[in-house]
């Protein structure tokens, strides 16, 4: 599918934007500081968002893309089972450590709008759903397979690596924590351990 000169245009001042709610937040986001970091004009860009909600909620889609092409659609080329398990963690923490300098959008989007009633925190509440559930069927394919145990909760397995991946965010980002990345492994290694058949 060929992509217009202007749907070019506006996927890179998307990718801007994405950039910009890692670093400061969506709150922090807005199309004067846009204009600024693209070099494109305010009243150009007003022309393509409208309002300061519409530019938040077209970056969250667009993070939402870019968080397709570099986490799941790599997971699921991988083979079904552990491997894949393990691949969905790799993904993610290439999102979280080198797609973004500020870090995953998703988890900077939730703690600005886990009490902010509106269409921004119905998006993120779908994007987070959508993500425990794709975890959650990850799992079970290993246990489909015979990887992981047939009575394992599959949607706590979710739970507690979500809850090991928001950790890992913590740890490296606010604490900068030299042993991070090795804390979130090794209890990766021990969720997998339990689970397993």
């Known amino acids: 599918m060929r992509v217009s000169k202007g749907q070019a245009t506006k996927a890179a001042i998307l990718d801007e934007a994405v950039g910009i709610a890692s670093r400061v937040g969506f709150n922090a986001l807005t199309i004067g500081q846009l204009a600024e970091q693209t070099g494109m004009s305010k009243s150009g860009l007003f022309a ?5 909600e519409a ?3 077209e970056t969250l889609e667009r993070g939402r893309e870019r968080f397709t ?3 799941i659609r790599p997971t699921l080329s991988r083979p079904r089972g552990i491997e894949r398990v393990r691949a969905l963690l790799d993904n993610w923490l290439v999102w979280e450590t080198e797609a973004l300098q500020g870090g995953c959008i998703f988890v900077t989007g939730s703690i600005e709008y886990d009490d902010q009633p509106g269409p ?3 998006a993120l509440v779908r994007n987070q759903r959508d993500w425990a559930e794709f975890i959650a069927t990850v799992a079970g394919t290993a246990v489909s397979e015979g990887d992981f145990r047939a009575d394992l909760d599959t949607e706590q397995f979710a739970f507690t690596l ?3 991946m928001y950790a890992y965010h913590h740890t490296a980002r606010l604490l900068h924590d030299p042993k991070a990345l090795d804390h979130t492994r090794a209890a990766v290694d021990q969720l997998i351990a339990a689970a397993s058949a």
């Open 48 to 52: 393509h968002f409208r309002s300061k």
């Open 55 to 57: 530019l938040q909620l």
């Open 69 to 71: 092409d570099l986490v």
């Open 120 to 122: 921004m925190r119905d």
């Open 162 to 164: 979500q809850g090991l």
